[in-house]
T-cell receptor, first 115, second 112 residues
Framework: AAGVIQSPRHLIKEKRETATLKCYPIPRHDTVYWYQQGPGQDPQFLIS???????DKGSIPDRFSAQQFSDYHSELNMSSLELGDSALYFC??????????????FGPGTRLTVL | GQNIDQPTEMTATEGAIVQINCTYQ??????LFWYQQHAGEAPTFLSY????GLEEKGRFSSFLSRSKGYSYLLLKELQMKDSASYLC?????????????FGSGTRLQVQP
């Protein structure tokens, strides 16, 4: 079965640079979520999109922005990178509203290292 | 907001049974999820509970008591590959969120 695809899988940037992370949800999933997981920490919700509109907002810094495109893929744009942004960034997708569980399925993550 | 508590670490023996507990406090409970996460990998969905009771899925079962704000994940016939972190996550409709709030996870070590 198709899974969530994220690219790149690994990214190394320097402080104050920008980064763009991409997420391709499971086919026919219309909701995308972004999570940040620091070393030894639990995933922290950043932002989500339903039908290309922002649906929920978590602890996303103002330096970050995201959007969902017409093909439902999503991009997380990160600017003025800081050392503390080094983390695993997960994208998850779910089938959307309705359904019993609306379970989120996670992609393999992008490991961002800021030097 | 939600407060989600899980034990930090647990150790169990191959072939045994282990129960991982999770307590939560939330104003608009709308489902509890258990995920398994191996180090450096993505969380993998294990189970979902929204009504009280036990949900069984092969070697894994999950229980929920909404009145007590309590859930547990039961792993039977433990295998070495079950060594991983187990994350309890809650969805709260009152915050308007469909996103999940995760507990800090329980790191399970299965020993031979």
């Amino acid at each position: 079965a198709a899974g969530v695809i994220q690219s790149p899988r690994h990214l190394i940037k320097e402080k104050r640079e920008t980064a763009t992370l991409k997420c391709y949800p499971i086919p026919r999933h219309d909701t995308v979520y972004w999570y940040q997981q620091g070393p030894g920490q639990d995933p922290q919700f950043l932002i989500s999109f339903y039908e290309k509109m922002q649906s929920d907002k978590g602890s996303i810094p103002d330096r970050f922005s995201a959007q969902q495109f017409s093909d439902y893929h999503s991009e997380l744009n990160m600017s003025s990178l800081e050392l503390g942004d080094s983390a695993l960034y997960f994208c998850a997708s779910s089938p959307g509203r309705g359904g019993r569980t609306d379970t989120q399925y996670f992609g393999p993550g992008t490991r961002l290292t800021v030097l | 907001g939600q407060n989600i508590d899980q034990p930090t670490e647990m150790t169990a023996t191959e072939g045994a049974i282990v129960q991982i507990n999770c307590t939560y406090q939330t104003s608009g409970f709308n489902g509890l999820f258990w995920y398994q996460q191996h180090a450096g990998e993505a969380p993998t969905f294990l189970s979902y509970n929204v009504l009280d009771g036990l949900e069984e899925k092969g070697r894994f079962s999950s229980f929920l008591s909404r009145s007590k704000g309590y859930s547990y994940l039961l792993l039977k016939e433990l295998q070495m590959k079950d060594s991983a972190s187990y994350l309890c996550a809650v969805r709260d409709q009152n915050t308007g969120r469909r996103a999940l709030t995760f507990g800090s996870g329980t790191r399970l070590q299965v020993q031979p």
